[in-house]
């Protein structure tokens, strides 16, 4: 008796008992984030640095706002619970912002990261890098990197 | 449905009550109110230790390389360990669990028309692994190296690698009984926040909830989040320190200034959180003892709530020396300047309160006038801090240290003592003697000026904190400030006096004091309205709300108080 | 132990055990988030990181991620039945989910165990620290939820407390968010 009392009290603040879907619509909502996943899995492969960013990241975003609307209903949930978790997300990015200015750094007004650029990189692992093919990778992410890593560190050292 | 079946009419609280034993009552109940008295007691305990220590501190500092009265000599790792616990213990295992959890605990539940929390097995664990935590903290002591001497901030590197604090178990055990407390904090929190969301009375409709209630709330959810990023840092340091991971340590690319930010993301709105509650209860007090709504409902409320926010855009202002990016220095100042605002805003409706009310001096009302008159000190000598460029000079002298003591002092003690009088005879059903408790706040009161007003003058003239032996200092060390020093200490052997004035009356009016009925205040709060002590279950039926709990002196009746739950 | 009346009571109209879990989804956020986060700058602060980040398994991590994926849609097939009061489908649902919680950690476990026989622990350097630290965090999640889980299949295939069907879901669903964020972060973007 408790039993079926409480699962009506499940979805007694959903407007409509019946606004919850059908299986078949969960089952085409997650063939779409295979779909994404592959899709992003695949973006690596093609070599293009902003388009594998892109792929990944805009699709993880996807996926992550489907899971949120679909799955865990969010679409039909009250509205300050949105409201809650948009907050808790901007006060990540708030931390973000007031953090990344000191940590993400390689240089600064008065210092330089040179332990980071002279990290220490164990040998064996330097030489196998070379040879497993994760350089297309690798390759168009240090291209661009130590362009501006080198540049403010020539500067810092004049 | 459902639904109404549950709102319609809710007879008895107190449900299928049968007989406890004594363990299961004392030890291992679900019961609020229990809960809430557990945790007071532990909070009181822990306050008497966080006292000891500040006692062999100051005894130090006033008389350097003498041996303490009850504790021996004190080394420089001893002095580090002192103060580092010190001030960790007054935050997370006195001021924590007395204002929010003990007080949260008692007081939502009751205050808005409640049989108990929704979730009582979940309070009760929580207060477990907030009592382990407590443990845990205590063992750090007793462990080879002794306790953790890195500053409650616990900054990488010293507190990341045994070398440099050479504590080489210390450390982890306090950062381990800090994240369980925090995660005892997160249960009860999401405990207070969904019970004070859900469980009110019929009728009780948000602008009618208690403001006690209302601050605890908002102080949940800011701990909830703002407490996350160092929950990472924590996992970050104790990787740091048991397995050799360089997340704060720059020779491996990793950044001890990150771990500063984690810290600060969460130790700014925790003073906040601290500070919420406490002024909850001053706003309780200070209408009941003037029988007087309170001045602007919604302006307190969504001031508290503008502070709340603000709290967490100012924290690097804890770093302004620390090497952050000066732009951002810039950016804290200001953030930091303008919280000041909706506090003052605070104090100052508080003030509108009192005017013109028919004041009773009460001991609440004492502590509670006390609570405001000295955290305005705290708040405006905040704001010399605050300007970046004055802190250069201020940041890490005892300007600071007297600065934090005027606002935590009321915030952990005045408003526990505001709290504890206050409530004291609801929770016992007897009333505390109130010569006793007037002679204690005086003496409380007057000593802790006497304290913190020369660590001000102190510090204005560059006494570094965090040293533990002055006369290595011929320019601190001047016969001056040394006479300070012991002013101060004498000061606070004078206050540490007082206390037993307290504690004694406290456990004698728990058994012998006068016998109080359920409302000896003539407040109009909902827990006024149920016997005192509550039984079990609170409320023999459990009431609908018609008004606001501050209608007080109202024109159109004959009493000056109107309880929340009378239907005229 | 008898519920207290406060438990079945509703001013927001979100039932109080729904209420609660978001909650707790919004302190994991800003935990979570703080971990990445301070991943995320370090990351963009040491771009020499990349020769390390090259080595981790993107296709171990893609089938993790297709895991994931398929025992949320379990998760929220099983709410969907306990919904319908069908407790014993709900439950048989659940545990599928658990089998998928448990292919996740088995699939992590040779991960790692190949990885730490490659050298890269978690003190190589700070990339794998971080990456350790992230997915270890991600995985007690997991082992939590999956644990929780088992109770709640437990109660529901009795047609007990079908309630909480919904409510490990949606802990399920973020434990898979994170680790959809999780998965470009440590396996695609080097």
């Given at each position: 008796m408790?039993?079926?009392?409480?699962?009506h009290?499940?979805?007694?603040?959903?407007?409509?008992?019946h606004?919850?879907h059908?299986?078949?619509?969960?089952?085409?909502v997650?063939?779409?984030?295979?779909?994404?996943?592959?899709?992003?899995?695949a973006?690596?492969?093609?070599?293009?640095?902003i388009i594998?960013?892109?792929?990944?990241f805009g699709?993880?975003?996807v996926?992550a706002?489907?899971?949120?609307?679909?799955?865990?209903?969010l679409d039909?949930?009250?509205?300050?619970?949105?409201?809650?978790?948009?907050?808790?997300?901007?006060?990540?990015f708030?931390?973000?912002?007031?953090?990344?200015?000191?940590?993400?750094?390689h240089?600064?007004w008065?210092w330089?990261n040179?332990s980071?650029?002279?990290?220490?990189?164990?040998?064996?692992i330097?030489?196998?890098?070379?040879?497993?093919g994760?350089?297309?990778?690798?390759?168009?992410?240090?291209?661009?990197?130590p362009?501006?890593?080198?540049?403010p560190?020539?500067?810092?050292?004049? | 449905?459902a639904?109404s079946h549950?709102h319609?009419h809710?007879?008895?609280?107190?449900?299928?009550?049968?007989?406890?034993?004594?363990f299961?009552?004392?030890f291992w109940?679900?019961?609020?109110?229990?809960i809430?008295?557990q945790y007071?007691l532990?909070?009181?305990?822990?306050g008497?230790?966080?006292a000891?220590?500040?006692?062999?501190?100051?005894?130090?500092l006033?008389?350097?390389?003498k041996?303490?009265p009850?504790?021996?000599?004190v080394?420089?790792?001893?002095?580090?360990?002192l103060?580092?616990?010190?001030?960790?213990?007054?935050?997370?295992w006195?001021?924590?669990p007395?204002?929010i959890?003990?007080?949260?605990?008692?007081l939502i539940p009751?205050?808005i028309g409640?049989?108990?929390?929704?979730?009582?097995?979940l309070n009760r664990?929580?207060y477990?692994?907030f009592l382990?935590?407590?443990?845990?903290?205590?063992?750090?002591?007793?462990v080879?190296?002794?306790?953790?001497?890195?500053a409650?901030t616990s900054?990488?590197?010293?507190?990341a690698?045994?070398?440099y604090?050479l504590?080489?178990?210390?450390?982890s055990?306090w950062?381990?009984?800090?994240?369980?407390?925090?995660?005892?904090?997160?249960?009860g929190?999401?405990?207070?926040v969904t019970t004070a969301?859900?469980?009110?009375?019929?009728?009780m409709?948000?602008?009618?909830?208690?403001?006690?209630?209302?601050m605890i709330?908002i102080?949940?959810?800011?701990?909830?989040?703002?407490?996350g990023p160092l929950?990472?840092?924590?996992?970050?340091?104790l990787?740091d320190q048991?397995i050799?991971?360089?997340?704060?340590?720059?020779?491996r690319?990793?950044d001890p200034?990150?771990?500063?930010?984690?810290?600060?993301?969460f130790?700014h709105?925790e003073v906040?959180?601290v500070?919420l509650?406490?002024?909850?209860?001053v706003?309780e007090?200070?209408t009941?003892?003037?029988r007087?709504?309170?001045?602007?409902?919604?302006t307190?409320?969504?001031?508290?709530?503008?502070?709340g926010?603000?709290?967490?855009f100012?924290w690097a202002?804890?770093?302004?020396?620390?090497g952050?990016d000066?732009?951002?220095a810039n950016v804290?100042?200001?953030?930091?300047?303008?919280?000041?605002i909706p506090?003052a805003?605070?104090?100052?409706?508080?003030?509108?309160?009192?005017?013109?009310?028919s004041?009773?001096?009460?001991v609440?009302?004492?502590?509670a006038?006390?609570?405001?008159?000295?955290?305005?000190?705290g708040?405006?000598?905040g704001i010399?801090?605050?300007?970046?460029?004055?802190?250069?000079?201020?940041?890490?002298t005892?300007?600071v240290?007297?600065?934090?003591?005027?606002?935590?002092?009321?915030?952990?003690?005045?408003g526990?003592?505001a709290?504890?009088?206050?409530?004291?005879?609801?929770?016992?059903?007897r009333?505390?003697?109130?010569?006793a408790?007037?002679?204690?706040f005086?003496?409380?009161?007057?000593?802790?000026?006497?304290?913190?007003?020369?660590?001000?003058?102190?510090?204005?003239s560059?006494d570094?904190?965090r040293?533990?032996?002055?006369s290595n200092?011929p320019?601190?060390?001047?016969?001056e400030?040394q006479?300070?020093?012991?002013?101060?200490?004498i000061?606070?052997?004078?206050l540490?006096?007082?206390?037993?004035?307290?504690l004694?009356?406290?456990?004698?009016s728990?058994?012998k004091?006068k016998?109080?009925?359920a409302?000896p205040?003539?407040?109009?709060t909902?827990?006024?309205?149920?016997?005192?002590?509550p039984?079990h279950?609170?409320f023999?039926v459990?009431?609908d709300?018609?008004?606001?709990?501050?209608?007080?002196?109202?024109?159109?009746?004959?009493?000056?108080f109107?309880?929340?739950?009378?239907?005229? | 132990?008898?519920?207290?009346?406060?438990?079945t009571?509703?001013?927001?109209g979100?039932?109080t055990?729904?209420?609660a879990?978001?909650w707790v989804?919004?302190?994991?956020?800003?935990?979570?988030?703080g971990?990445?986060?301070?991943?995320v700058m370090?990351?963009l602060g040491?771009?020499?990181?990349?020769?390390?980040?090259a080595?981790t398994?993107p296709w171990?991590?893609?089938?993790?991620?297709?895991?994931l994926?398929?025992?949320s849609?379990?998760?929220?097939?099983a709410?969907?039945?306990?919904?319908?009061g069908n407790?014993?489908?709900?439950?048989n649902?659940?545990?599928?989910t658990?089998?998928?919680?448990l292919?996740?950690?088995?699939?992590k476990?040779?991960?790692?165990y190949?990885?730490?026989?490659?050298g890269f622990?978690?003190?190589a350097?700070?990339?794998?620290?971080?990456y350790?630290?992230?997915?270890?965090l991600?995985?007690?999640?997991v082992i939590?939820?999956?644990i929780?889980m088992?109770?709640v299949?437990?109660d529901a295939?009795?047609?007990?407390?079908?309630?909480?069907?919904?409510?490990?879901?949606?802990?399920?669903?973020?434990?898979?968010?994170?680790w959809?964020?999780?998965?470009?972060l440590?396996?695609i973007?080097?």
């Amino acid at each position: 008796m408790s039993s079926n009392v409480d699962a009506h009290a499940a979805h007694g603040s959903h407007a409509d008992p019946h606004a919850l879907h059908d299986d078949s619509h969960y089952i085409k909502v997650w063939g779409i984030l295979v779909v994404l996943f592959a899709i992003s899995f695949a973006g690596p492969f093609l070599g293009i640095r902003i388009i594998t960013l892109m792929t990944a990241f805009g699709i993880a975003v996807v996926k992550a706002y489907l899971v949120a609307k679909n799955f865990m209903h969010l679409d039909i949930e009250k509205k300050f619970v949105v409201q809650l978790l948009v907050v808790c997300l901007g006060l990540l990015f708030l931390f973000f912002l007031g953090v990344s200015p000191d940590v993400m750094k390689h240089w600064g007004w008065n210092w330089r990261n040179d332990s980071a650029k002279n990290a220490n990189i164990p040998e064996h692992i330097l030489h196998e890098g070379g040879a497993e093919g994760a350089p297309e990778g690798a390759a168009p992410a240090e291209g661009a990197a130590p362009a501006e890593g080198a540049a403010p560190a020539a500067e810092g050292a004049k | 449905m459902a639904e109404s079946h549950a709102h319609a009419h809710e007879p008895h609280g107190h449900a299928h009550h049968e007989p406890e034993g004594w363990f299961k009552h004392y030890f291992w109940s679900t019961d609020h109110k229990m809960i809430a008295k557990q945790y007071l007691l532990t909070g009181m305990l822990m306050g008497v230790v966080g006292a000891y220590f500040a006692y062999v501190f100051r005894m130090q500092l006033a008389f350097p390389g003498k041996p303490v009265p009850g504790y021996g000599m004190v080394t420089g790792a001893d002095y580090n360990a002192l103060i580092t616990n010190h001030g960790a213990v007054m935050i997370f295992w006195v001021a924590m669990p007395v204002l929010i959890a003990a007080f949260g605990n008692y007081l939502i539940p009751l205050m808005i028309g409640a049989d108990d929390m929704v979730f009582p097995r979940l309070n009760r664990l929580s207060y477990q692994i907030f009592l382990v935590s407590a443990i845990i903290l205590g063992a750090s002591f007793f462990v080879q190296g002794g306790a953790f001497g890195g500053a409650w901030t616990s900054y990488p590197p010293l507190s990341a690698k045994a070398e440099y604090n050479l504590t080489p178990l210390g450390p982890s055990l306090w950062l381990i009984a800090v994240a369980l407390e925090f995660v005892a904090f997160l249960l009860g929190g999401i405990n207070f926040v969904t019970t004070a969301m859900n469980a009110r009375a019929p009728g009780m409709k948000a602008f009618d909830i208690p403001m006690a209630v209302w601050m605890i709330v908002i102080a949940s959810i800011m701990f909830m989040a703002s407490v996350g990023p160092l929950v990472a840092g924590a996992v970050m340091l104790l990787f740091d320190q048991l397995i050799g991971t360089g997340f704060f340590d720059p020779d491996r690319g990793g950044d001890p200034v990150l771990w500063q930010h984690l810290f600060w993301f969460f130790g700014h709105p925790e003073v906040y959180v601290v500070l919420l509650p406490a002024m909850g209860f001053v706003a309780e007090i200070i209408t009941v003892f003037s029988r007087k709504k309170l001045f602007a409902y919604k302006t307190v409320l969504y001031t508290s709530i503008g502070t709340g926010v603000l709290s967490f855009f100012v924290w690097a202002h804890h770093q302004f020396i620390a090497g952050i990016d000066p732009r951002m220095a810039n950016v804290f100042s200001v953030t930091t300047v303008l919280i000041s605002i909706p506090i003052a805003e605070m104090c100052f409706v508080y003030i509108a309160t009192l005017y013109g009310g028919s004041i009773t001096f009460s001991v609440p009302m004492l502590w509670a006038l006390a609570f405001i008159g000295e955290f305005l000190v705290g708040g405006v000598t905040g704001i010399f801090l605050g300007a970046s460029g004055a802190d250069i000079y201020f940041h890490d002298t005892y300007f600071v240290v007297a600065h934090f003591h005027y606002t935590f002092f009321p915030i952990a003690i005045i408003g526990t003592f505001a709290g504890i009088t206050y409530w004291f005879p609801k929770m016992y059903g007897r009333h505390m003697n109130e010569l006793a408790n007037k002679v204690h706040f005086w003496i409380t009161t007057v000593a802790f000026n006497g304290i913190f007003i020369p660590l001000f003058i102190l510090g204005a003239s560059g006494d570094h904190r965090r040293i533990f032996d002055y006369s290595n200092f011929p320019e601190l060390a001047t016969p001056e400030m040394q006479a300070m020093r012991v002013f101060a200490t004498i000061s606070l052997l004078v206050l540490l006096a007082a206390q037993p004035i307290f504690l004694v009356n406290f456990f004698y009016s728990m058994f012998k004091g006068k016998q109080a009925g359920a409302n000896p205040w003539n407040a109009n709060t909902l827990e006024w309205q149920c016997p005192s002590p509550p039984p079990h279950g609170n409320f023999d039926v459990l009431p609908d709300v018609y008004r606001g709990p501050y209608e007080y002196s109202s024109p159109d009746r004959a009493d000056d108080f109107w309880p929340q739950n009378s239907p005229s | 132990m008898v519920k207290p009346i406060a438990t079945t009571r509703s001013a927001t109209g979100v039932p109080t055990g729904r209420l609660a879990v978001w909650w707790v989804i919004a302190s994991e956020i800003v935990i979570f988030g703080g971990l990445l986060a301070s991943y995320v700058m370090h990351r963009l602060g040491h771009p020499e990181w990349a020769t390390y980040a090259a080595h981790t398994n993107p296709w171990a991590g893609g089938l993790n991620t297709l895991v994931l994926l398929t025992s949320s849609l379990t998760a929220v097939l099983a709410h969907n039945a306990a919904e319908r009061g069908n407790g014993k489908r709900a439950a048989n649902l659940l545990m599928l989910t658990c089998v998928g919680a448990l292919t996740f950690l088995v699939v992590k476990s040779f991960e790692w165990y190949h990885e730490i026989s490659e050298g890269f622990t978690i003190t190589a350097n700070g990339f794998w620290s971080f990456y350790y630290c992230a997915a270890g965090l991600h995985g007690i999640h997991v082992i939590a939820g999956a644990i929780i889980m088992l109770f709640v299949a437990a109660d529901a295939r009795k047609n007990k407390e079908l309630q909480r069907v919904e409510l490990i879901g949606i802990y399920w669903h973020f434990v898979d968010l994170v680790w959809i964020f999780l998965f470009p972060l440590l396996y695609i973007a080097k």
